[in-house]
């Protein structure tokens, strides 16, 4: 099933379609309804995995999340996170009462589950099409934000009881966030503090701390009775944008752990579901999917950016992008766990609803981002630069390649204008190896190694992707480099 669903990467990319939807297709034909005939009701042991492969893959989205991109996004995207979640959850709610006619607990689960949006699912679909950073930035923050209030919102409305008043829920996730957000932040910053300081006997024991540093964060935010998801993330970034040795391994094992708890998490939840029952709830999903999508989202965008003055080319896209994935469907499995009357028809609605607005939205993205003239295809591609340090001599050593659209292509070692303490001592070019003079003209697909001290090893890095962005006039044209 693991190599059935990796070859269905390729398949998802050359179609368009997120990936999500053929592990879910596996899940299904795997279950009771399915070749597999497995059958598999538990949805507490799914709700549990759920939630370990959330963190993991919250973990995978902080790392790789540019500090740079996000920073300007942050309040627009908090907006969303709360306001725009808040919007969503009342519209939509109010469409499946009254034109579904589910009671209004029911409509409040749905409301608040499929209030949640999810980057994975949107990013793999527009990993083709460049965006402007402010778009990305916002979706990014934003669908590492709104987990959180979700969740509350979830856990309240699964409650036997009697629901809290609205104030108190807005006070529980206000409170639940700060302590969230301290937490994550607190938990990265000494988590960097101390790799940056503890030298680890072996390069693949990197990747390990910083993935358990991570996963610390959110169970220190879930035990002070904090927000888990967003002390995770905020943790997560805090580590991808700073400094540490052997930075693109560890991205790159995050992205094989977040690969694995995505094709785990989809391939159990289309275990769980029982296909022969989503006939009878298929019209209802679509017709809260419809109001969720062409009401609810525009909404809750217009309303939440109204102070920001974004263009409404940029805030079409933010609400179209608006795609519902991992998170929608496990989330529906606490009022499942909870013994809440009419959870099983909760599920059965998200999950069809999650099925069939991904097969709608998903391939038409890359189109409307387009149409919207928001796709930069001429944009430089940026470096990844690998720092290993060299302890003992106080320096470090850069590794780098230069991409297809690298506008250091061209560029002599000279007119990179390293800082003092820096320097190129080698160069790879199809297969051969050099060491390069001050004339040399570096070329698309060489490799570079970069020898640079502790003190300039920072402006180092800022000046290489200066260079690639911009090119030899990176300085004067006020390229920025920072990663």
Known sequence: MLLVAVVAVRVSSRSGLPSLLLYLGIGVAMGQDGIGNITFDNAELTQVIGYGALVVILAEGGLGTKWGHIRPALPAAAA?????????????????????GLEWRQALLIGAVVSSTDAAAVFSVLRKIPLPSRVTGTLEAES??????????????????????????????????????????????????????????????????????????????????????????????????????????????????????????????????????????????????????????????????LPFRIPWQEQALMSWAGLRGAVPVILATIPMVSGIEGSRKVFNIVFVLVVVYTLVQGPTLPWLAKALRLGDQDGATDLGVESAPLERLRGHLLSLSVPEQSRMHGVEVAELRLPPGAAVTLVVREGRSFVPSPATVLRRGDELLVVATDQVRDATERRLRAVGRGGKLAGWLGTGGSP
């Open 80 to 100: 969303l996170a709360t306001v725009g979640v808040a919007v969503s959850v009342g519209v939509t709610a109010a469409a499946a009462h009254y034109l579904v």
């Open 144 to 305: 590492g934000f709104n987990d959180a209030p979700v969740v509350i919102l979830v856990v309240a409305f699964s409650t036997t009881g009697p629901v809290d008043s609205w104030y108190l829920l807005v006070g529980k996730i206000a409170l639940e966030l700060a302590i969230g957000a301290a937490i994550g932040l607190a938990v990265g910053f000494l988590g960097a503090y101390g790799l940056k300081r503890v030298a680890l006997p072996a390069s693949g024991l990197y990747p390990i701390a910083v993935m358990a540093i991570a996963v610390t964060a959110y169970a220190a935010g879930a035990l002070a009775h904090g927000s888990g998801f967003l002390a995770v993330y905020l943790a997560s970034v805090v580590l991808g944008n700073v400094k540490l040795p052997h930075q693109p391994a560890t991205r790159g094992f995050a992205e094989g752990l977040g690969w694995i708890a995505q094709i785990g998490m989809f391939v159990l939840l289309g275990l769980l579901v029982t296909p022969h029952e989503l006939v009878h709830d298929f019209w209802p999903a679509v017709a809260i999917g419809l109001a969720l999508t062409a009401v609810a989202r525009p909404v809750s965008v217009l309303l939440s950016l």
